[in-house]
């Protein structure tokens, strides 16, 4: 199972950034899907998550700038940012916890993480 991201760059402050990441390879059942981002120096943070029954929570810092949503049909999550500032300058890592077809268990995957530079 793999996670692929796409989508990130540098912009200015105020504009807007579309984030994709596709689950690809066999899996059994998949559950959450969300996004975390680190920025430099500092631990990762979750951003946003949405779950298998559709609830959306995001972060107090990205709280009504930034939607995230899911195609089930395609195992892709996205990540829409608008009004985007400085400080959301950052690699942005998709996660989904899934079931691999291989397996029993479900575990979170990680992609490999897509630079969102925004410059003021």
């Known amino acids: 199972v793999q996670l692929v991201e796409s989508g990130g760059g540098l912009v200015q402050a105020g504009e807007s950034l579309r984030l994709s990441c596709a689950a690809s390879g066999s899996i059994r059942s998949m559950n959450d899907m969300g996004w975390y981002r680190q920025a430099p120096g500092k631990e990762r943070e979750l951003v946003s998550i949405?779950?298998?029954?559709?609830?959306?929570d995001y972060s107090d810092s990205v709280k009504g700038r930034f939607t995230c949503s899911r195609d089930n049909a395609k195992n892709t999550v996205y990540l829409q940012m608008n009004s985007l500032k400085p400080e959301d300058t950052a690699v942005y890592y998709c996660?989904?916890?899934?079931?691999?077809?291989?397996?029993?268990?479900?575990?979170?995957?990680w992609g490999q993480g897509t630079q969102v530079t925004v410059s003021s």
């Open positions: 949405v779950r298998s029954s559709g609830s959306i």
């Open positions: 996660y989904a916890f899934l079931n691999p077809a291989a397996e029993w268990v479900f575990r979170k995957f």
